[in-house]
């Protein structure tokens, strides 16, 4: 059994029907789980950790952090195996590439996957138009004719309804993932829905550019500027004793570009030959030369001056989706030195250019973005042969053109290892599905409606009844969960790949544990059942499943192609799903509420399996 699946099972990843109906309450026929589902409930939770300080390194097994270099599968830059056909065999693998490259499979999507190809389906997707999230936002408030009259949760809402109708399905998988890198959080009150929307547009607006140009327009957003605090951020006063905010220096580098140690371009961990300890990719000294750059930035407008940087009231009624800009008066003077480099220039704009441009150019990039987005979308453990490659096509996409994001997406996509990982990988191929990816699978598979045409889903932060997580909601900086973690204590911890005896990584473990478990299965039997959202304005549409309910065999199939393709439901989970389907007998008149029962049912056994927990 694959090891994430032991690990999961011992989180309680598989509990029964009794607590399925028990929790829920009546509306689905009462039968059991499938014994594949069974749960091993003695094994310690996996609850989330709190967050560490801002800057603070990873201890422990929080993060397995470097644990020293692998040794590459194979040349830097080339594939292990054969290049993947472009073209898919069967719906299966169709729907397997779909499910990492959007909010969950549908039947159209597959259709055009088996017509196009891969790589023809990429392409298309670069061209596919997109709707902005202050469009949405912008829409809705149009139909009140009440300018200004926005809802707290219309960002969360614009995001459910872009996920779930978008035809810009892979721009909106990878925006997503960026959300999970760059965190904003209206978490932080600061942080209104316009702002947070505006934020969102700028990943989903550069997700298929080119990361330098992300890189600048996420510095210079407000939210951001609100959330590491350097909106407003002064030069040193030495009468007075301050110093500029380190804050978004040290995260820019942490989190969003370098991270904390030296990389090999497979993404293994450099060592010290002196001591064999991991050698660090920046110091105190680096983060305060670094924070004199992002001085003198405020909000954006038609002026400089002093009223419009303390005070975002003033001037344009744009200001909290304007870039910010810079104000010369507050930015630092004189050299600012880290990472080795020197920026002599006195200007606020000049500054922060150079700055990125040494970031962006730093040969850790690569890798550690590379290996980011593999993880949000494809495997929790990439061997280093598949961070490498991805890293080769940051470094250049063909073209010799450094950062194009559709190189990296295509090098993540369409990789051997995507579809096949390495023996030494196999057994922790994958990665979890989060509670938010979880729901997007059941709502597209189900082709959910929504009566408003708002999709008014709107705080899911609940784990005993709902999701445990939201969407622009993250508890930290560092997002809801570690791109390191390893659930302690479990069959992970003791897992150990390749030469180097390195520890396999689960991050989405970290947010469960035995009430989000429940809260899960709670949550899809009420969709299930009833819909989802406020008054239940989310609704599947169940039509084309009810017309196969009259064959068990065909419906739990149809299910199993859209929720969990390519051979993830062992034949035995699926046979008995079927058989608990069958145990629903259809009258010879009338029998239109059975077959929506059997839909019902087919689909709650489905999503509250381990196997469906899990995506490869």
Same mark, same amino acid.
């Not at 149009?142 to 809402?157: C, H, K, V, Y």
């Not at 550019?209 to 939210?223: D, H, Y």
């Not at 030369?289 to 344009?316: C, E, H, I, Q, Y």
């Given at each position: 059994?694959? &090891?994430?699946?032991?690990?999961?099972?011992?989180?309680?990843?598989?509990?029964?029907?009794?607590?399925?109906?028990?929790?829920?309450?009546?509306?689905?026929?009462? &039968?059991?789980?499938?014994?594949?589902?069974?749960?091993?409930?003695?094994?310690?939770?996996?609850?989330?950790?709190?967050?560490?300080?801002?800057? @603070?390194?990873?201890?422990?097994?929080?993060?397995?952090?470097?644990?020293?270099?692998?040794?590459?599968?194979?040349? *830097?830059? =080339?594939?292990?195996?054969?290049?993947?056909?472009?073209?898919?065999?069967?719906?299966?693998?169709?729907?397997?590439?779909?499910?990492?490259?959007?909010?969950? %499979?549908?039947?159209?999507?597959?259709?055009?996957?088996?017509?196009?190809?891969?790589?023809?389906?990429?392409?298309?997707?670069?061209?596919?138009?997109?709707?902005?999230?202050?469009?949405?936002?912008?829409?809705?408030?149009?139909?009140?004719?009440?300018?200004?009259?926005?809802?707290?949760?219309?960002?969360?809402?614009?995001?459910?309804?872009?996920?779930?109708?978008?035809?810009?399905?892979?721009?909106?998988?990878? =925006?997503?993932?960026?959300?999970?890198?760059?965190?904003?959080?209206?978490?932080?009150?600061?942080?209104?829905?316009?702002?947070?929307?505006?934020? /969102?547009?700028?990943?989903?607006?550069?997700?298929?550019?080119?990361? !330098?140009?992300?890189?600048?327009?996420?510095?210079?957003?407000?939210?951001?500027?609100?959330?590491?605090?350097?909106?407003?951020?002064? $030069?040193?006063?030495?009468?007075?004793?301050?110093?500029?905010?380190?804050?978004?220096?040290?995260?820019?580098?942490?989190?969003?570009?370098?991270?904390? /140690?030296?990389?090999?371009?497979?993404?293994?961990? $450099?060592?010290?030959?002196?001591?064999?300890?991991?050698?660090?990719? /920046?110091?105190?000294?680096?983060?305060?030369?670094?924070?004199?750059?992002?001085?003198?930035?405020?909000?954006?407008?038609?002026?400089?001056?002093?009223?419009?940087?303390?005070?975002?009231?003033?001037? =344009?009624?744009? !200001?909290?989706?304007?870039?910010?800009?810079?104000?010369?008066?507050?930015?630092?003077?004189?050299?600012? %030195?880290?990472?080795?480099?020197?920026?002599?220039?006195?200007?606020?704009?000049?500054?922060?250019?150079?700055? *990125?441009?040494?970031?962006?150019?730093?040969?850790?990039?690569?890798?550690?973005?590379?290996?980011?987005?593999?993880?949000?979308?494809?495997?929790?453990?990439?061997?280093?042969?598949?961070?490498?490659?991805?890293?080769?096509?940051?470094?250049?996409?063909?073209?010799?053109?450094?950062?194009?994001?559709? @190189?990296?997406?295509?090098?993540?996509?369409?990789?051997?290892?995507?579809?096949?990982?390495?023996?030494?990988?196999?057994?922790?191929?994958?990665?979890?599905?989060?509670?938010?990816? !979880?729901?997007?699978? *059941?709502?597209?598979?189900?082709?959910?409606?929504?009566?408003?045409?708002?999709?008014?889903?709107?705080?899911?932060?609940?784990?005993?009844?709902?999701?445990?997580?939201?969407?622009?909601?993250?508890?930290?900086?560092?997002?809801? /969960?570690?791109?390191?973690?390893?659930?302690?204590?479990?069959?992970?911890?003791?897992?150990?790949?390749?030469?180097?005896?390195?520890?396999?990584?689960?991050?989405?473990?970290?947010?469960?544990?035995?009430? %989000?478990?429940?809260?899960?299965?709670?949550?899809? $039997?009420?969709?299930?059942?009833?819909?989802?959202?406020?008054?239940?304005?989310? $609704?599947?549409?169940?039509?084309?499943?009810?017309?196969?309910?009259?064959?068990?065999?065909?419906?739990?199939?149809?299910?199993?192609?859209?929720?969990?393709?390519?051979?993830?439901?062992?034949? =035995?989970?699926?046979?008995?799903?079927?058989?608990?389907? %069958?145990?629903?007998?259809?009258?010879?008149?009338?029998?239109?509420?059975?077959?929506?029962?059997?839909?019902?049912?087919?689909?709650?056994?489905?999503?509250?399996?381990?196997?469906?927990?899990?995506?490869?």
């Amino acid at each position: 059994m694959n &090891t994430f699946l032991k690990t999961g099972s011992r989180l309680g990843l598989g509990l029964g029907a009794a607590l399925v109906l028990a929790a829920c309450g009546a509306g689905l026929p009462t &039968t059991s789980l499938p014994a594949g589902a069974a749960p091993a409930p003695s094994a310690p939770s996996a609850a989330a950790a709190p967050p560490a300080a801002a800057g @603070a390194p990873d201890a422990g097994t929080a993060d397995a952090g470097p644990l020293g270099p692998l040794g590459t599968l194979g040349p *830097l830059g =080339s594939p292990t195996s054969t290049v993947p056909r472009d073209l898919p065999t069967n719906a299966a693998e169709a729907s397997r590439f779909v499910t990492k490259s959007t909010f969950g %499979s549908t039947q159209a999507d597959i259709d055009r996957v088996m017509q196009l190809g891969y790589s023809g389906w990429i392409d298309e997707q670069f061209t596919t138009p997109s709707r902005t999230h202050l469009a949405n936002i912008a829409e809705r408030s149009a139909t009140l004719g009440e300018t200004g009259q926005i809802g707290s949760t219309w960002m969360q809402n614009s995001f459910w309804r872009n996920a779930l109708t978008g035809e810009d399905v892979l721009r909106q998988r990878v =925006s997503f993932a960026l959300s999970q890198i760059f965190v904003v959080s209206q978490m932080n009150s600061a942080i209104d829905v316009r702002m947070a929307a505006g934020y /969102y547009d700028i990943l989903g607006r550069n997700a298929f550019g080119n990361f !330098r140009t992300l890189l600048e327009e996420v510095s210079l957003s407000p939210a951001m500027g609100i959330y590491l605090s350097h909106l407003g951020n002064r $030069k040193t006063d030495l009468l007075t004793g301050r110093l500029p905010d380190e804050n978004y220096a040290r995260e820019i580098m942490q989190l969003f570009t370098i991270g904390l /140690y030296q990389l090999n371009q497979d993404g293994t961990v $450099k060592v010290d030959p002196s001591d064999g300890q991991p050698i660090e990719t /920046y110091g105190v000294a680096d983060i305060q030369g670094l924070a004199k750059v992002f001085t003198g930035f405020s909000w954006g407008g038609p002026d400089t001056s002093s009223a419009r940087f303390v005070n975002n009231r003033v001037g =344009s009624s744009e !200001r909290d989706i304007l870039p910010m800009q810079g104000y010369p008066q507050y930015h630092e003077d004189g050299p600012k %030195s880290f990472l080795g480099r020197t920026i002599n220039t006195s200007t606020p704009n000049d500054s922060l250019k150079q700055a *990125l441009d040494i970031l962006f150019n730093h040969e850790n990039v690569g890798p550690f973005i590379g290996r980011l987005l593999i993880q949000r979308m494809v495997t929790s453990n990439p061997s280093p042969g598949y961070v490498g490659r991805v890293a080769a096509a940051f470094a250049n996409n063909g073209q010799g053109v450094r950062g194009d994001m559709k @190189a990296v997406i295509r090098a993540v996509l369409l990789d051997p290892e995507a579809a096949n990982p390495p023996a030494a990988w196999a057994s922790v191929n994958g990665r979890i599905r989060e509670p938010v990816l !979880r729901m997007t699978a *059941l709502l597209r598979a189900l082709g959910a409606t929504s009566t408003s045409k708002d999709f008014r889903i709107d705080i899911t932060d609940n784990p005993a009844n709902s999701l445990g997580q939201s969407p622009m909601r993250a508890p930290s900086v560092f997002n809801f /969960y570690r791109p390191g973690y390893v659930p302690p204590n479990s069959e992970l911890s003791r897992t150990r790949l390749g030469a180097a005896d390195r520890v396999p990584v689960a991050p989405e473990l970290q947010i469960t544990n035995e009430v %989000s478990v429940a809260g899960w299965l709670i949550a899809a $039997k009420a969709v299930i059942d009833n819909g989802i959202g406020s008054g239940t304005d989310v $609704k599947p549409a169940f039509t084309p499943l009810v017309a196969l309910a009259h064959n068990p065999s065909a419906l739990v199939d149809r299910l199993i192609l859209l929720l969990a393709p390519a051979n993830q439901i062992p034949q =035995s989970l699926r046979n008995e799903i079927v058989a608990e389907v %069958s145990a629903i007998t259809l009258p010879t008149t009338g029998d239109a509420a059975a077959r929506l029962n059997r839909v019902k049912l087919a689909t709650l056994l489905l999503v509250v399996s381990p196997e469906f927990m899990l995506q490869r």
